[in-house]
Each structure stands twice: as structure tokens, then as C-alpha cells.
């Protein structure tokens, strides 16, 4: 524990009074206690009591390099004195955007070498969907309108990416847009049909893609979106072979790819990029935010190919915009950030660190499939889900009313560790930087936190 200075009952009062919190429980909102984060150093952060505890998110699955690094408050500190901000609409630049591009650009698979800055995630695949619509249309294809995606994705919070999320719950209170947008059921292998092998069901998921490109007309659909592994959808790992199977459907329908690795990307799954070196995937578009600047400042961006760029920069183009950009795109402070991120990522070998460590991590984890209730345990290098059910093995979902992660994070946080509950999952996603040891602590406190609850 630290000594802090803070008074939690009345920054709680004035929290209730002023605040309104993404993703809160209403009923609840006035009254609830809150966990007020007030400090962090490394893999850990303090609440505003001074309790520490590891923090198995990495914020929301963004702080890759840790908390507290010296060198990166110096680095947003001299841009800051430098420049502070300036816009890159129309023929503005500035040179830590452009440094940043082009280091960026080296790690994309492909020919994906143009890079669109936004301000987060959400607007960096708003901005791609867009891109694309622009795309089709400049080239003569204004017919293809049509994007395909999946059940429980989740693409963003903008009306158009929460369109394409597919969390059930999260769009339960708005008519979002459905006329274009078309759900696949998700490709989740725990929930397969009973009786089917893995190799059958990524079958069945590719044929779900197929059919539904035919469905609507090759020539209707733009694109599909795809996260490599869905993240809050519940860290669901697609069976083998899925995504570069269902990049060949794309292909061979003129149907765009994009990647979302707003989650995957900047070494969580052990690359910058994981598309092609995990999963033999070199997509039209990448998404990317959150471990781009690992949490410290904000920033996203999608990068393109080649070939689309290509063809809506040539003469004829003259005149025409694509009209999509924000105040803040391209901010020199957070391309700054972004640079120095990916300096410490490359000196401390994070995604080595990620490749060897992750087994490791999975493993620990995985060891918890002995306990009652443990239905699922899965993931992927430093990404992890667990799904709790009522019944292990018919597979029985929990009701919501339980609060399951809730009652289970309860019991983490006074042993140490802070997890991400959804529902009936427990979700982890450390920084980059996690050790053996604090893994095993980690899994220490939710065994212990899930024998209280059960
Ligand atoms: N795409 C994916 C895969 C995400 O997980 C998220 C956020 O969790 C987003 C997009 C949206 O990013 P942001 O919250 O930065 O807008």
C-alpha cells in the first residue's frame, strides 16, 4: 500500500454528482461504490485508499509498456514545449506524425503502407468503413454498400462501429443502422453445435460468410470486419484456420478485408501486427489503437493498401475529398507518444517477452478449469477469458441477474489483482511487461476470489 492524500468519500460524492460513467449500471449509479484509480507504477495501480493491485487489464487492454515511464513523460513534455498541436487537414503535416507513419508502416504486412490518423478506436474503423464506401464509389462501385461482421464483435461506440458491434446487450436501446450491416452468428468453438468437430465448424463459419456474400450479390457487399480474436466480445478464439480462410472468401468475391487489431495489435499477441505473422492474414485495411500509444495519450488510426490508395489519389481525383477527419487526428503529442512507445517496445523486446511469456500465462490460467463453475478458459498469448457456467457440463449459461464477474472481481481486488468483469466473464489483459511471478500472483488471487464466491 502507498500513504495517499486523497479523500475517497467525498471525491465519490462529487463523482456521483458530476459524472456519468461509460458502460454503468444505472440503478446504481448515484449510490455505488467507486474504485478510484489515483496511481500507477509498472504492472500495478493504487486506488485512491492506497491498496495496490496488479492490474490484469493494462487499463482496457492498452497500457503495453506499463505505467510510469519516465522517458515517455519526457517525450510528451518536449513535443508539448515544442508544438503542441496542430491539424494535418489538407496539406498540414507535422513531424512526429510523419516519423510515426512511417515507422508504423514498416511493421504492416502487405502493401498496407498509408496511414490514417484518428483519435481512438472507434473512429479509426469509422473512418475505414468510410474509406471504403469512398472507395467503391470513386472506382465506379457504388452498389457495394454492404458490410458483413459478427455477432458479439465489437467495433466501437460511434453510431456507425456500434452498427457493427454485435454485443447483444449493447444494442439493445437504439435502432442502430441494420439495413447494410449484416451479423454473422460468431465463431465461437466453446458454443459449437454439439456433436461437431472444430474442423467442421470453421467449416460451417466460412460458409456463413460465403453464403451471405451470395445472399446479398457480390456486387452489393463492400467489405467484412473481423477482430482476429473478438476481444470484449469475450476473448473468442475463431477455430484454426478461420481467418485466412475467410480472407479467401473476400478475395474471391471483390469483397474488401478489414482487421480490426485495435486489441491485437502492438505486441498483446506477440507482433506489432498480428494479422499476418499469427494468423497468415494480409487484410485491405488494419484498425489500430489503444497499445499504439499504450494508454498514455489518445490516438488510433487504420492503415490501407497500396492498391486502394493508389486508386483514389490519381489525376482524375482532382477535386474530390475524402471528407472524414477529426480536430484531433494525427495529434503531435500523441504521435510523439506512439514513437517513444514503439522505441521502449523494440529495446525491451516486448513481443519476444509476449511470445515466451504468454504459454506461461495461458498455462497459469488454464489450471483453473479444475474449479466449479470454470467453464471456459481461453485466449491467446496475453489476452484471456474466462466464461463461468451453471452447469460445466451441459455448458448452461449463468443468468445475468447473478453478476457473476462482479462478484468474482469483488473478491480479487482485496487479494490484489483487478480483472475486467463482463457478465459472466472474467476478462485479463496485462501489460506487455507482466512477469512469471506476478502471473502466478495473479492467478493466485482468482482462485482464491473464485472459491469465496462458489
Ligand atoms: N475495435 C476493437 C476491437 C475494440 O476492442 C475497441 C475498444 O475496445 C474499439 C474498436 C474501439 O476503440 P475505442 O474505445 O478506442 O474507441
Known sequence: TRNLQFDTAALTEQDHAHIIHPWIDLGQAKTQDLLIVAESEGAYIYDSDGHRMLDGMG?????????????????????????????????????PAIEFATRIAKYAPGDLKH??????GSTAVDSALRFVQFYF?????????????????????TYLTASVSGKPADRAYLKFETE????LPVPNPYRRPEGMTEAEFCDKCVADLENKILELGPDNVACFIAEPLLASGGVIVPPKGYQRRTLEVCRKYGVLYISDEVVTGFGRLGEIFASEPVFDLVPDIITTAKGLTSGYVPLGAFLVSDRLYDAVTVPEAKGKYF?????????????AAGLKNLDIIERENLCQHVRDIGPYFMKKFRELSDLPLVGDVRGSHLMLCLEFVKDKKTKEPMPAEWNFGNRIINETMPRGLLARPMGHLVVLSPPLIITKAQIDEAA????????AVT
Open 59 to 95: 487499463g482496457m487492454w492498452c497500457v503495453q509498456i506499463g505505467y510510469g515511464r519516465n522517458e515517455m513523460a519526457e517525450a510528451i513534455a518536449e513535443q508539448v514545449r515544442r508544438m503542441a498541436y496542430y491539424s494535418p487537414f489538407g496539406k498540414i503535416s507535422t513531424p
Open 115 to 120: 496511414v490514417f490518423f484518428t483519435t481512438g
Open 137 to 157: 464509389g470513386f472506382t465506379g462501385r457504388p452498389s457495394k454498400q454492404h458490410i458483413i461482421t459478427r455477432e458479439y464483435a465489437y467495433h466501437g461506440s
Open 180 to 183: 447494410t450491416v449484416h451479423h
Open 323 to 335: 471528407t472524414n477527419g477529426f480536430t484531433y487526428s494525427a495529434h503531435p503529442v500523441s504521435c
Open 444 to 451: 493466485d488471487a482468482l482462485r482464491g476470489a473464485i472459491k
